[in-house]
């Protein structure tokens, strides 16, 4: 057996955090599970069972001092914090979208590709790149602009990971539910186009598989479900055959100094 991938979640209380790493629980002898917390009680309720298999690191994604020490030596790191505030007046809550879903994935980044980390996977949003779109007006108007910083988020993250030892795996999941996983199909595209609902377990499995590299490296992609019956090989295939992001303008002055 080889060594075990060390993987830091952040996110790991609840949503798609919570059901990555009780998948990379269930795959024990394949990774070694690191979860960065702001309150370890509340975390370690959460995942109850597993708990005794989690090395708890204590941090805060909006803290960027915590940051780097919580990367350093890690072989991949998921990001599934969101903001649980909306609008609040500037100084009175850092649990904001600008602050979680661009600034603390911002930093986050920037503190993985510094520590070396070879893969980062952010989950983020369908629809960030609609601006015009109902269901992008209708969540950008009730909760703090959260589309917008959350696709700047991405942004921050294609800056972060350009250098060529680096990938990164932006995956966009549809209207989240609770549902079983493993029952539907899972639909994968690009482009921003659609619409669906994905059931977080189904998220999660995605995300493991860009955690194992078992996917096209720099992309970003929609994930929901459909009425097919749910086959694993056959729908997470899907990920090899995506087109890697458009470079940015400014990729070919990257140079070596981004890794320490």
């Known amino acids: 057996m080889g060594q075990r991938l060390k993987v ?5 209380s609840s949503g798609v955090g919570f059901q990555v790493t009780k998948t990379l629980l269930t795959e024990g002898d394949r990774f070694q599970v690191f979860a960065l917390v702001r309150n370890q ?3 370690a309720k959460a995942l ?14 909006t ?4 940051l780097w020490p919580a990367c350093h030596g890690m072989d991949a790191v998921v990001c599934a914090a969101g903001a649980r505030a909306g609008w609040r007046l500037p100084c009175w809550n850092l649990d904001t979208p600008k602050c979680v879903d661009f600034q603390g994935v911002k930093d986050l980044s920037e503190a993985a590709a510094l520590a070396g980390v070879p893969k980062f996977v952010l989950v983020s949003s369908v629809a960030v790149t609609r601006t015009c779109d109902k269901i992008s007006l209708l969540l950008n108007t009730l909760f703090g602009r959260v589309l917008h910083w959350k696709f700047l988020g991405e942004e921050a993250v294609r800056q972060a990971y350009r ?19 493993g029952l539907q199909g899972l639909t994968i595209e690009q482009g921003d186009q659609g619409n669906g609902r994905v ?10 598989a860009c955690v194992e590299g078992h996917s096209t490296p720099n ?12 086959a694993p090989e056959e729908d997470l295939k899907k990920l090899y055959s995506l087109e ?5 303008e400014d990729d070919a002055q990257v140079t070596g100094m981004l890794l320490p």
Do not use: M, Q
């Open 8 to 12: 830091l979640v952040v996110g790991c």
């Open 63 to 66: 803290k960027p001092e915590t």
């Open 41 to 43: 009680e509340r975390a």
């Open 219 to 230: 992309v970003s992609f929609e994930v929901y479900n459909n009425k097919n019956k749910y």
């Open 48 to 61: 109850a069972y597993g708990v005794s298999r989690v090395t708890f690191i204590h941090g805060d994604i």
């Open 199 to 208: 059931s977080r377990i189904d998220v999660a499995s995605v995300v493991v």
């Open 244 to 248: 890697p992001d458009e470079p940015r």
């Open 163 to 181: 250098h060529e030892d680096l990938a990164y795996y932006i995956v966009r999941p549809g209207g989240l539910n609770n549902n079983l996983g």
